[in-house]
């Protein structure tokens, strides 16, 4: 735990990461590797930028002689970067392979070659697929659905195997959907609060029947943060624990907050492949001292202040177009 490189540390879940590592006195060093793609931004990392234990590099994951320059000077790599959300997977596929895939292929090369203690790759529940009823373990095959779940199913067995092949200590961790302060409003909760607060209307797709577990981040960053000290290399770790909702429950609570109806929402067509249900077994994680402490009520309060106090964070993104991809030249 002496010098830890965070790839997508300006983003939602890397950023929050990052200010907890700075919390611990036995972190010595934090540097934040990102591209600063639509989804990242330094202000993310707040006063966290002023602390002397923290570098940021912007910079791709894809860059394999920039990735290894740096993970020669760390201890650990938290790897968090990647394309992160499902709608966008559609039409930009082979962005979402080429970051995700390809991109944690260049770090695991850079670990390898380093001789890297620790590197733990975060992923999420959606890769076990959609489960009717039960928990996913951890021994579950993936059956992912939709592109972003496949990079990421793809993108876990490519690290898994540089544990077994390679003898990289490993640890792949696994979260359901998570909530706070910061997060593109592109998701579905910013989304709902950004609009709820400009008075705009709510769209639910299909009857709002779809399950997610909900977690508070600072939850699913100290999950991360208990594998990343006391994981057993190649073992992956659920992270969950949340509250499951249905879309139209996690609905009708915003609503609630901002004292309106119903008459604000109107329902949609389905997207494709929309899974009804994730659920997760976390106990693993549960007997590394992992639980989720965050009530949802008091989370959801936390996180609409954040978006009524900070119209200047997010009002310029909602105007954000899909971009066309960036052409990287990978250079192996
Ligand atoms: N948000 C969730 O609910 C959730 C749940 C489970 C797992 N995850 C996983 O957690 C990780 C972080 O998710 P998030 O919600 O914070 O995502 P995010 O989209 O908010 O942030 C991603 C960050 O990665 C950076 N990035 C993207 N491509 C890059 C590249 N090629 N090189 C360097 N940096 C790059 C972006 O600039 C951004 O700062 C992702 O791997 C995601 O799959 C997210």
């Keep these: 735990m002496e010098k830890v490189l965070i790839t997508g540390g300006a983003g939602f879940i890397g950023s929050h990461f990052a200010r907890r590592l700075l919390r611990c006195d036995d972190v010595a060093q934090v540097t934040v590797l990102d591209a600063l793609t639509y989804a990242g931004s330094v202000e993310n990392l ?15 994951i894809l860059d394999a002689p920039l990735v290894e320059r740096l993970t020669r000077k760390h201890t650990a790599i938290v790897h968090f970067a990647a394309e992160s959300h499902v709608d966008r997977s559609f039409y930009d596929t082979g962005n979402f392979l080429t970051t995700n895939v390809l991109g944690t292929y260049t770090l695991l090369e850079a670990a390898r070659k380093a001789r890297i203690d620790r590197f733990v790759h975060v992923s999420t529940d959606e890769v076990y697929g959609p489960l009717m009823i039960g928990q996913a373990t951890e021994t579950d095959p993936v059956r992912p659905s939709v592109p972003y779940a496949a ?6 067995l490519v690290a898994l195997s540089y544990f077994q092949t390679f003898d990289l200590p490993v640890c792949v961790t696994r979260s359901s959907n998570n909530y706070g302060p910061r997060q ?5 909760v ?4 950004t609009r709820l607060l400009k008075g705009h209307e709510l769209t639910l797709h299909g009857h709002g029947q779809h399950i997610r577990n ?6 699913h960053c100290h999950g991360i943060e208990l594998v990343l000290r006391d994981g057993t290399p190649g073992e992956i770790y659920n992270i969950g624990g949340g509250t499951d909702l249905t879309s139209k429950e996690l609905t009708g ?14 329902y949609i067509p389905d997207r494709a492949s929309n899974d009804l249900r994730y659920a997760m077994d976390w106990s693993k994680t549960a007997a590394l001292g992992y639980r989720p402490g965050r009530d949802l009520k008091a989370g959801l309060t936390e996180t609409v202040d954040w978006y009524r106090n900070n119209p200047d964070r997010w009002a310029p993104l909602l105007r954000t177009t899909p971009e066309a991809p960036k052409p990287f030249h990978h250079p192996m």
């Excluded at 707040?46 to 791709?60: D, H, I, K, T």
């Excluded at 990079?151 to 876990?156: I, M, N, P, T």
């Design 253 to 266: 609570i915003l609503l609630r907050m901002f004292d309106a109806g119903w008459e604000r929402v109107r």
């Design 46 to 60: 707040g006063e966290a930028m002023l602390s002397p234990r923290l570098s940021f590099v912007p910079g791709n």
């Design 184 to 188: 593109h409003p592109e998701k579905i």
């Design 190 to 193: 910013p989304l709902f609060i």
């Design 214 to 219: 909900w977690l508070h981040v600072e939850d």
């Design 151 to 156: 990079s990421k199913a793809a993108s876990d």
